[in-house]
């Protein structure tokens, strides 16, 4: 088959070097927005004079055509074509003749595809923005669950103060917030049509950028046509805000498998989002959460090789950027499934609550409070450290722990201690006075559930 860009050659390749150069295989999922560009380019063509109106007319008819036989699944995509921009401008030239020849006016493959990739991704950002919001408000409904359930909070995964599971939950969903502005961010610099920049230095006819541009919805338009022919910062952005996301995601993996091993057992997933062994019947793995985990290095690898696609590379278009888009499909792919599969497994799971508070017994964790104490009734806070890590210690020796230790060994340590030192350091007590603006306490929980309730819309 002759190619569409003979003439400066014979436009006859190796079959070989057409299957290195085609990107039809990945490109073709960007049809409808090629589809729809190209109309909005007839339409444009149309309102200046650059082509008669009855031209564009028959254009954006027989584009039309085109996108509705691909979607009933009349039309099938030509593998055999270069790209997606070259099947489609060979159907139309197929069914149309001449006419179907003029629609390349006054732009070029180079901003066609800058064009097509920013209208798809800015679809992508929309669709994982709110599969974010899903997973946000199956943690949020998680956390108003467990808003008053006791658990031991971690520092260095040893246990350190007592916090509610609502709480620790919470932590996901200010994660996924941010998550969601940077998404956000990335939609809005995205949102620049860089069509009219044709090859790199624009054209000669006289284009209405800005007019192609608002009917695509774009914000406005790239304002150096070098630029916008060979920009991918967008791709990079949304790849580092994607992977941003997944370590989120792989965190939130990470506790769940450990909360659901029989050494915590703080949790339990449904049987519908784990499985079982080949071998071991006893088996119950977190295999969804570990794959979450998994793939968070395949995204990260994805960011990677977008930068260093692009690190070398001189002004304007190089045949190299046509590797953005299997990185950049690829990352859009995994993240979509990874939140669609951990908001199910996260709206379905239970906890455990007796085992949480039992763990939360042990361990020592209401020893700040007891310093506190100790504190409140005018020790040096340091001095209240001290003591208190000597009464843990002397605990440890004893094989006690602080709730059981007699009020007169209390008072060998000090002689502020008196019977409220019990209530004081009862774990509910520990909870419920960590008053301070994004604690603990239920009241504090119960707010942190409101605020993101109110950020995504609720």
């Not at 002759?2 to 003439?7: P, T």
């Not at 914000?219 to 994607?242: H, K, P, Q």
């Not at 498998?257 to 997933?269: A, G, T």
Request: glycine share 6%; aromatic share 8%.
């Amino acid at each position: 088959m002759a190619k569409m860009w003979a003439g400066r050659t014979d436009g006859v390749t190796e079959q070989i070097a057409d299957d290195f150069n085609s990107s039809i295989r990945f490109d073709s999922r960007m049809y409808r927005q090629d589809i729809t560009g190209s109309m909005a380019h007839a339409a444009m063509l149309g309102a200046t004079g650059i082509l008669p109106q009855k031209d564009c007319d028959t254009l954006i008819d027989g584009l039309d055509g085109i996108l509705q036989d691909l979607e009933s699944g009349k039309l099938a995509f030509d593998m055999s074509c270069e790209d997606i921009h070259m099947f489609v401008e060979q159907e139309l030239t197929n069914r149309l003749g001449d006419v179907g020849k003029k629609l390349h006016t006054a732009r070029s493959r180079n901003d066609q595809v800058a064009l097509d990739i920013r209208m798809y991704l800015r679809e992508e950002t929309d669709t994982v923005s709110s599969l974010v919001k899903e997973l946000i408000r199956a943690v949020t409904a998680q956390a108003e669950t467990y808003k008053a359930a006791i658990m031991p909070g971690y520092t260095h995964l040893q246990r350190a103060q007592p916090i509610t599971f609502g709480h620790h939950l919470m932590a996901y969903a200010m994660m996924l917030l941010r998550d969601l502005d940077r998404l956000a961010d990335c939609r809005h610099r995205m949102n620049q049509s860089p069509i009219g920049c044709c090859a790199l230095a624009g054209t000669t006819y006289p284009t209405d950028r800005r007019f192609e541009a608002a009917k695509l919805g774009f914000d406005g338009i790239c304002l150096n046509s070098m630029d916008g022919v060979s920009d991918r910062d967008f791709c990079v952005e949304l790849l580092s805000a994607f992977s941003i996301l997944m370590m989120h995601l792989s965190r939130f993996s990470e506790e769940i498998i450990l909360w659901s091993s029989w050494e915590f057992k703080f949790v339990e997933l449904s049987d519908a989002y784990t499985t079982g062994s080949s071998i071991m019947p006893q088996k119950k793995n977190s295999d969804m959460a570990e794959l979450v985990r998994g793939k968070t290095g395949r995204v990260y690898g994805d960011l990677m090789a977008l930068l260093t696609t692009l690190k070398g590379l001189p002004l304007a278009y190089n045949k190299d950027m046509q590797e953005d888009k299997e990185s950049i499909f690829d990352a859009c792919d995994t993240v979509e499934m990874c939140l669609k599969v951990f908001t199910g497994m996260v709206s379905t799971m239970t906890a455990n609550t007796d085992r949480m508070k039992k763990a939360a017994q042990t361990g020592f964790i209401n020893a700040t409070d007891l310093a506190d104490y100790l504190a409140k009734k005018g020790l040096p806070f340091r001095s209240a450290y001290k003591i208190s890590g000597s009464i843990v210690a002397h605990c440890i020796a004893e094989g006690t722990v602080l709730e059981d230790l007699p009020l007169k060994e209390y008072q060998k340590f000090s002689d502020l201690f008196d019977e409220d030192v019990y209530q004081e350091i009862s774990l509910e007590t520990c909870v419920r006075k960590r008053i301070s603006e994004g604690g603990t306490s239920v009241a504090s929980v119960e707010a942190q559930i409101a605020y993101v309730k109110e950020k995504i819309g609720e």
